[in-house]
């Protein structure tokens, strides 16, 4: 396939929109970034986002939509179609893309039952998307996990091949440690020869949403305002830090909530200030990024940060403290905090649809090389 305008659909473990992004690409190298957006849920969209997650927690079924599962892929199916109507009436050249990667919604990840869950309608969204001046002839990719999982992979981290291409068009020096600072943290490390290394590394903004949330009715600690000015408990976050995930080798990766108890159990939030509990969460996603370094090859030389944590500056004040490594935020290298991983879910698209692989054993620890996704013409 030659280089084609391609469209990505990403909702995130932060649960608090869908992003779209358009990008051109022959799924080997990006030759153009096009625009994006985030298209915020409603508060009554998250509310029912956070039900389905919970009432997805004893699943087995990856096909199952109990309780308000239903009720919530309905709904962000019509959400990503919205998006995708808004994003062409705003940007008319999105019309053209022949592709679109759909990533949905994780509700539930389990790899160690080799299960991992996410909502979203691929044939209800490709009738959205004809309705939305797409195709026909263009195709819908989604349901990328999926194959990654049934051959003995984790299913995530898959933005790592993205990452390896964007690391080819940087003036940076290698091996460069992309990091991804969504709801959960992970690392893509990439030298420029072999296959890129990944996993995810801890929480990122997830904890801290839901403290925030649970303290002050903000989602958000908005620049990590609370942060910067509260203390943080070391004898809680030697605590933290004691949890054998840390220091496990990889392959390895995460569920939204998997830190949640343990949290509760170890951290003493309730009997801390907002500004101590905030500083404490954020000191925790920076160590375990840190606790992540041994784990790679070799040292990195730079890192990049992406996603929406990089908008936090305490944040990445405590990364550059405890890294020890130049933290750049991606906007420096001219790329997007923002848009990168809907970027990623077009060219993973466009690669699954060319058959090429998605992950790799030293991403997902999958067995050999593995392409994935389900494909829908539209019509
Ligand atoms: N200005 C800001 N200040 C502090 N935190 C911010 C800011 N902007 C975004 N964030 C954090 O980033 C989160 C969103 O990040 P992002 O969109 O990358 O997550 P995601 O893609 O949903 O997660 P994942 O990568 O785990 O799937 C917000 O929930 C918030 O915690
Ligand atoms: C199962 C799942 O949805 N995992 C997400 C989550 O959010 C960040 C981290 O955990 C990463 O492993 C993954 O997302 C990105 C898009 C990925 O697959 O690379």
Redesign the pocket.
């Given at each position: 396939m030659e280089t084609v305008a391609a469209i990505g659909l990403?909702?995130?473990?932060?649960?608090?929109g869908v992003?779209v992004a358009l990008i051109e690409t022959d799924g080997e190298r990006v030759a153009a970034f096009g625009p994006h957006a985030t298209y915020p849920y409603a508060p009554d969209d998250r509310a029912l986002l956070v039900r389905a997650i919970e009432e997805a927690a004893p699943l087995t079924d990856r096909t199952a939509r109990p309780g308000a599962l239903a009720q919530a892929e309905a709904m962000l199916t019509a959400r990503h179609g919205e998006a995708v109507a808004c994003f062409v009436a705003a940007h008319p050249a999105a019309a053209q893309a022949r592709v679109v990667g759909f990533h949905g919604q994780t509700v539930l990840h389990r790899p160690e039952i080799a299960l991992t869950v996410q909502i979203g309608d691929g044939a209800g969204l490709a009738r959205a998307l004809r309705a939305a001046g797409l195709g026909p002839g263009a195709t819908l990719v989604y349901d990328l996990r999926a194959a990654d999982v049934a051959a003995g992979g984790q299913g995530a981290p898959l933005v790592p091949v993205y990452h390896a291409a964007l690391a080819k068009g940087l003036d940076l020096p290698l091996p460069v440690l992309f990091l991804?600072?969504?709801?959960?943290a992970n690392v893509t490390y990439v030298d420029g020869g072999a296959d890129p290394v990944a996993f995810d590394t801890g929480p990122?903004?997830?904890l801290?949403?839901d403290f925030m949330k649970e303290r002050t009715g903000r989602?958000?600690?908005?620049?990590?305002a609370c942060a910067a000015a509260g203390r943080i408990d070391e004898a809680a976050l030697a605590r933290l830090l004691a949890h054998p995930f840390f220091a496990q080798q990889p392959p390895k990766s995460l569920d939204?909530n998997d830190f949640k108890a343990f949290v509760a159990e170890h951290a003493g939030l309730a009997s801390k200030s907002i500004e101590d509990g905030a500083a404490t969460l954020t000191a925790l996603s920076a160590a375990t990024v840190a606790a992540a370094l041994p784990l790679l090859p070799q040292r990195p030389r730079a890192v990049v940060a992406a996603?929406?944590?990089a908008?936090?500056p305490t944040l990445l004040a405590m990364l550059a403290g405890r890294l020890g490594v130049p933290v750049t935020p991606a906007e420096a290298v001219g790329l997007s905090s923002?848009a990168m991983?809907a970027q990623a879910f077009a060219f993973l698209a466009v690669r699954a649809l060319k058959g090429l692989p998605l992950s790799f054993p030293t991403t997902t620890g999958v067995p050999t090389p593995m392409t994935g996704g389900v494909s829908i013409p539209l019509q």
């Open positions: 990403m909702s995130g473990t932060s649960l608090d992003d991804n600072l969504g709801g959960v990122a903004n997830a801290i949403d989602p958000v600690d908005a620049e990590g939204r996603g929406g944590g908008h936090n923002d991983e």
